[in-house]
């Protein structure tokens, strides 16, 4: 008999998100990055890590 388990990894990462870029109306029209994801060394806005 062969058992199998299947695991189900997941990471919770921080957010950082800028109030002011999104009350300017500036990340509607994707002028400047709006949320930066904590990558724990620095914060980085490619959203890869989402």
Known sequence: MVRTTSHCV???I???IDRE???SGAATGGEQPWKYYDLGDGYC???FFA
């Open 10 to 12: 997941g990471w919770i």
């Open 21 to 23: 870029v999104i009350l």
């Open 14 to 16: 921080q957010v950082l």
């Open 45 to 47: 806005a490619y959203d």
